[in-house]
Every structure is written in structure tokens, then in C-alpha cells.
């Protein structure tokens, strides 16, 4: 597999998983409402539990469906489930970290924090998955190169389709 497609097809489930939430329309916010000791919420409303697990059931199905698809990248179902979880997993998680900071940095909700809204999701997923399959050094680079226009794009589409209220 050419090495670009392949570091496309690898970071897949993260990229479905951290787009996928807004999709979901949760109710109950992950931190409950509640602030932190700065007296701001934590995460704010916008981060919900119905969006979390729904972000991760849609990336870990992405990893199944590669799998049929190309049954020699993961090699058992069992492998792209486990890689298929840390990335979705990681990649939620780095939007929750990246949600949490910029709460502190007093940025409203839903407006962008460049740099930190395409990468934190993205480089978390990939901290997580790296005991379970590593990609080269010139594919992490060309993931973080492209995902802030696949970042893009994928917000376009929302906020086209009226998943989102703005475009970023």
C-alpha cells in the first residue's frame, strides 16, 4: 500500500470518531455541569456522554469495516478492534483535553483554537495506539500536515449538512 494512503487508512478511525459526535446531539454534558476550581466549566456543554460513546462506537465500526475490507492490514478482527479502540478512544479523548484548555483560556463555545483542534485529537490518538501499531516517522508527518484541512473540510460538510451551527 502506497505509504500516504496507508497513514490515511491507519488514522481512519480517530478521523470518524472525533468528527462523528456532533452527529449524536447529547444531552448530558461529561462534566455534569460542573466547573472546575477556576470557577469555569470544565468541558462545557458541547462534550456529552451520548457524543463520547457515540464517537466511539463509530470509529471502532470504521476499524470492522477496514478490516473486511483489507483483512491483511489488521490480520484479525480481534487486532482491529484493539487499534480501532485506541485510536477512537485517543482521538476523544485529545478533543476532551483540548475542550478542557480551552475553557481555561476563556475561548467560547465552538470557536476554534488553531492548532490545538486539529492536532491535540489527532497526536493523542496516535500516543495511544503506538504499542499497538506504529506507523513510520514521514506518516505522522504527513497526518499532521493534512488533518487540518481534513479537519476543515469535515467541518465545511457539517455545518453544510446543518450538523453545525458555524463552519469551523
Known amino acids: 500500500m502506497n505509504p500516504w494512503l496507508e497513514a490515511l487508512w491507519y488514522i481512519l478511525p480517530a478521523y470518524f470518531a472525533n468528527s462523528s459526535p456532533v452527529v449524536f446531539k447529547g444531552r448530558t454534558p461529561i462534566d455534569f ?3 472546575f476550581i477556576d470557577n469555569k466549566r470544565i468541558l462545557g456543554d458541547g462534550k456529552t456522554w451520548r457524543g463520547f460513546f ?3 462506537t463509530v470509529g471502532v465500526l470504521i476499524s470492522l469495516i477496514q478490516y473486511h475490507l483489507i483483512p491483511s492490514y489488521y490480520g484479525s478482527p480481534y487486532f482491529a478492534l484493539k487499534l480501532g479502540f485506541a485510536l477512537s478512544f485517543g482521538a476523544l479523548l485529545g478533543d476532551l483535553i483540548g475542550s478542557f484548555i480551552k475553557r481555561r483560556a ?3 463555545r465552538g470557536y476554534p483554537a488553531i492548532g490545538l483542534d486539529q492536532w491535540g485529537f489527532l497526536i493523542v490518538a496516535m500516543i495511544l495506539a503506538y504499542p499497538i501499531k506504529t506507523i513510520e516517522t514521514k506518516q505522522v ?3 499532521l500536515v ?3 484541512f481534513v ?3 469535515a467541518n465545511v460538510f457539517a455545518y453544510k ?3 453545525k451551527s458555524v463552519p469551523w
Do not use: E, I, Q
Request: hydrophobic share 50%.
Open 141 to 143: 508527518l504527513f497526518l
Open 33 to 35: 455541569g460542573k466547573n
Open 151 to 153: 479537519h476543515w473540510l
Open 106 to 108: 476563556n475561548f467560547p
Open 146 to 148: 493534512v488533518t487540518p
Open 54 to 56: 457515540g464517537g466511539l
Open 161 to 163: 449538512v446543518g450538523w
